[in-house]
Structure formats: structure tokens, C-alpha cells
């Protein structure tokens, strides 16, 4: 397993397995302590793992929490999603920077998105899974949702929005949702 940088998100790391083929499929590893550990992260700090099935069109986020925000390790384990991440930590050198990711089944690369960030993502084939590890247990009270839309970010989503949540869908614009955030 290898450890990438993302230049565009400070703090960001791509985690890419070396995939075991032959005639039965592949075998791989999709998460490493020490390769975890080698990049500075505390493999033990993650509490929680889920799992999300949307269908093609499906877009969720932007996402992020208030109070300590959350950090996560995000990645598509059937199928293909378009994955964004907007890095909202104000004393960060990537402030309010983007980063566009196409995560696959196929390669099995996981994303690890510092706390602070919103991240949201859009299914592109007819069943995408995206699993999620996070370092902190959820706390519905400390959401925060950005407008998938807002013009300020205008995010290249690859295809027409066919479902979201109610939630998504009357996000409020990034400007209102920062303000949340601090509250």
C-alpha cells in the first residue's frame, strides 16, 4: 500500500493498495496501520465505520461537522463516485481550496480528509457502495450541509443531481453553513 499526498488539500492523503490478480479476482489490502501510522495519522483513532448504496445520479454533501469536525477515511467499494472535498479549516494553507477524486471498486484507493473539510459525492454507476471509517462517533446535532449548488464553489458534479436527500437538497449556501459551523 502506498501513501500519496493531495497537493490540493493540506493534510489529505490518498491510500493506494496493491492489488493481488488472478483467475478468481483480486485480493488487496484496504487498510494499513502502519502505512496509516507512517504518514502521521493514529491508525486507533477511528471509531466508526459505515457504509452508503446509492444508485447512479445519487449525490450526497457537501458534508462537514461543527465543534472538533470529524476526520475520515472515505472509499468506493463497488462501482464508481465522483468524491469532492473543499477544505473549510480557516487557519489552513489550502483554505477554501477543492479537491476531485474518481474512486472506484476497481482500484480500491482510500481518501483520508483531514476534520474541517466537507465532503460530499455523486454516484456514477447504477450501484456505487462508499464506506466511511471516521475518528469520531456521530453526532447528528453537530451536521453541517453546504449547498451541493452553491455558485461560490461551483463544483463540476459529472452528472445531473436524480436523488438526494431533503436535507441536501435545502442546504444552505457555504457562506451560511460557515456560520453554522462556528456556532
Same mark, same amino acid.
Given at each position: 500500500?502506498?501513501?500519496?499526498e ?8 490518498l491510500?493506494?493498495p ?15 496501520a502502519e502505512?496509516v501510522r507512517?504518514v502521521?495519522l493514529?491508525p ?6 459505515s457504509?452508503s448504496?446509492?444508485v447512479r ?9 461543527s465543534? &472538533?469536525?470529524?476526520a475520515k477515511l472515505?472509499r ?6 465522483f468524491?469532492?472535498?473543499v ?26 480528509i483531514? &476534520? ?10 447504477e ?5 466511511y471509517?471516521?475518528d469520531?462517533?456521530?453526532?447528528? &446535532?453537530?451536521?453541517?450541509t453546504?449547498?451541493f ?6 463544483i463540476?458534479?459529472p452528472?445531473?443531481? &436524480?436523488?438526494m ?5 435545502k442546504a ?5 453553513a460557515l456560520k453554522q459551523k462556528?456556532?
Amino acid at each position: 500500500m502506498k501513501a500519496t499526498e493531495v497537493p490540493e488539500i493540506d493534510g489529505a492523503y490518498l491510500f493506494e493498495p496493491t492489488p493481488y490478480a488472478d483467475e478468481r479476482g483480486f485480493f488487496c489490502r484496504t487498510f494499513d496501520a502502519e502505512v496509516v501510522r507512517a504518514v502521521g495519522l493514529d491508525p486507533n483513532a477511528f471509531v466508526q465505520d459505515s457504509v452508503s448504496r446509492s444508485v447512479r445520479g445519487v449525490l450526497r454533501g457537501l458534508h462537514l461537522r461543527s465543534g &472538533a469536525g470529524e476526520a475520515k477515511l472515505v472509499r468506493c467499494s463497488h462501482g464508481k463516485i465522483f468524491d469532492v472535498v473543499v477544505d473549510l479549516r480557516p487557519g489552513s494553507p489550502t483554505y477554501r481550496n477543492q479537491a476531485f477524486f474518481e474512486l472506484s471498486g476497481e482500484t480500491q484507493v482510500t481518501l483520508y480528509i483531514p &476534520a474541517g473539510c466537507a465532503h460530499g459525492f455523486q454516484a456514477l454507476t447504477e450501484t456505487a457502495d462508499t464506506s466511511y471509517r471516521i475518528d469520531r462517533p456521530h453526532d447528528p &446535532a453537530e451536521d453541517v450541509t453546504i449547498a451541493f449548488d452553491d455558485p461560490e464553489l461551483a463544483i463540476p458534479w459529472p452528472l445531473p443531481p &436524480a436523488l438526494m436527500s431533503e436535507r441536501d437538497r435545502k442546504a444552505p449556501s457555504l457562506a451560511e453553513a460557515l456560520k453554522q459551523k462556528e456556532s
